[in-house]
Nanobody, 124 residues
Framework: QVQLLESGGGLVQTGGSLRLSCAAS????????LGWFRQAPGKERELVAA????????YYADSVKGRFTITRDNAKNTVYLQMNSLKPEDTAVYYC?????????????????WGQGTQVTVSS
């Protein structure tokens, strides 16, 4: 079992930055691939970024490439999402998710563990 807790959301102006953190408790954090999803009102949840257990081959949605960076620190049981050059369309609830796999998946149904979410609001 893994419990995930996000932090770092908030209100920021267009062009600003935020860093989300997701702290995990439980065993074998380094054996989990992790993803950051987001869901805006009236929209489906989408995968924003994901990272393998070793940190290699990260995935980024086209809408965030070049602006967001996902990293993980297995010694601290934490995964991060650095978000730069934020846009109003990035406004959403951001969720951290984990799957017991060496590599990430694209679909949310393949993730077993979820955090409670953190709100990110980008004002224009």
């Amino acid at each position: 079992q893994v419990q995930l807790l996000e932090s770092g959301g908030g209100l920021v102006q267009t062009g600003g930055s935020l860093r989300l953190s997701c702290a995990a408790s439980g065993r074998a954090f380094s054996s989990y691939a992790l993803g950051w999803f987001r869901q805006a009102p009236g929209k489906e949840r989408e995968l924003v970024a994901a990272i393998s257990w070793s940190g290699t081959g990260p995935y980024y949605a086209d809408s965030v490439k070049g602006r967001f960076t996902i990293t993980r620190d297995n010694a601290k049981n934490t995964v991060y999402l650095q978000m730069n050059s934020l846009k109003p369309e990035d406004t959403a609830v951001y969720y951290c998710a984990g799957t017991y796999s060496s590599y990430w998946y694209r679909h949310d149904r393949q993730y077993d563990y979820w955090g409670q979410g953190t709100q990110v609001t980008v004002s224009s």
